[in-house]
């Protein structure tokens, strides 16, 4: 019986091993689901944010109208009153 003690040594020791492996893949498991999860967070902020860009480049070039036609009525204000002050 000399020779079952390092059998089951050897046993043990895969049996330990096997252990090992099985956390290491449900550690791995739950790492790759963190990440997955971290990257779909991070996909929905970039969408918000090019919404939000979108929507500030819209109002930007809303703006910038509305100068221009604020720009030309002064303008034109001005042409009126020089013809007046002209008079």
């Not at 956390?23 to 996909?43: L, T």
């Not at 109002?59 to 009126?80: A, D, S």
């Amino acid at each position: 019986m000399a020779t079952a003690i390092p059998d089951e040594d050897s046993l043990a020791g895969l049996e330990e091993r096997i252990r090992r492996i099985v956390e290491m893949v449900n550690s791995m498991r739950s790492e790759r689901d963190a990440a997955f999860g971290e990257r779909d967070a991070a996909r929905q902020a970039a969408g918000t944010a090019l919404s939000e860009l979108q929507r500030l480049r819209e109002e930007n070039e809303e703006f910038r109208n509305e100068r221009k036609h604020v720009r030309t009525r002064v303008e034109k204000l001005l042409g009126q009153m020089d013809l007046l002050a002209g008079s």
